[in-house]
């Protein structure tokens, strides 16, 4: 194994540890020196690829952030019905969150503007699903009288409030939970012409890996930027 190589896996091992700390401490509660010792590492290891914990929040948040848009990319970029592909779209979030920690805890630290708001990862949500949904409307699949913003702002307040609640209770996001929201809200956003055409549970597989068709796991991939290691010692720069 390289030196780099040696590098890229601490600084995934510091990001996971710090991730872990974060979604069972707080961030003001978790310390370098658990974030260092949950890692397996020296604190100076830890402070020469982080200034502080500030950066190392920073660094959860982006990594979060690149595997949440990965997902919302599949339903931006795919084909067939906008309405299945936002359904499809939730699904896939919500397994990301049960399976991976860093992304759990990236959201929640981005909620709360631990890192101090570089990105705003609810409003890129909030994007996406309406994206969604406008293309959907140009299909012709949203129902009479619910134009996009109308349909938006049911699903944004659905969705965000179950995230919400599986931070006490992950089963809010197993897989029955959102079926159950969708066979309650499809209905009245869908066009009458595709009942019985969309999946409330989703149209992947019962049991699909939520890292798969480029979902990479955050806790297995560098958080750099084009494969290359940030500078040592410093907060990455945003994604833009």
Not at 61 to 66: I, K, L, T, Y
Not at 86 to 99: F, G, K, N, P
Request: net charge neutral; charged share 25%; glycine share 10%.
């Amino acid at each position: 194994m390289t030196k780099q190589d040696r590098a890229v896996r601490t600084r995934l091992a510091l990001i996971r540890s710090a991730a872990e700390q974060f979604e069972a401490r707080g961030y003001i509660r978790a310390s370098l020196a658990e974030i260092s010792a949950g890692a397996g590492v020296s604190s100076g290891a830890l402070h020469f690829h982080f200034a502080n914990k500030a950066a190392v929040a920073e660094a959860v948040e982006r990594a979060a952030a690149r595997a949440l848009r990965r997902v919302a990319a599949r339903g931006r970029g795919g084909d067939g019905c906008a309405l299945q592909r936002l359904v499809d779209v939730t699904h896939h979030v919500a397994r990301l969150l049960c399976a991976d920690i860093v992304v759990r805890a990236g959201l929640r630290l981005n909620a709360e503007a631990v890192a101090g708001r570089v990105r705003d990862l609810r409003r890129e949500w909030r994007e996406c699903v309406h994206e969604l949904l406008a293309e959907a409307e140009r299909r012709g699949e949203l129902a009479a009288g619910m134009p996009p913003h109308r349909s938006s702002a049911v699903v944004l307040a659905a969705t965000t409030g179950i995230e919400v609640l599986a931070r006490e209770d992950p089963g809010w996001l197993a897989r029955p939970s959102l079926t159950d929201l969708w066979h309650l809200l499809l209905p009245c956003v869908a066009a009458p012409h595709l009942a019985g055409a969309l999946d409330p549970a989703g149209t992947g597989p019962d049991h699909a890996d939520p890292h798969a068709d480029g979902e990479a796991d955050v806790g297995r991939e560098a958080d750099t930027a084009d494969g290359a290691l940030e500078e040592p010692g410093r907060a990455g720069l945003a994604l833009r």
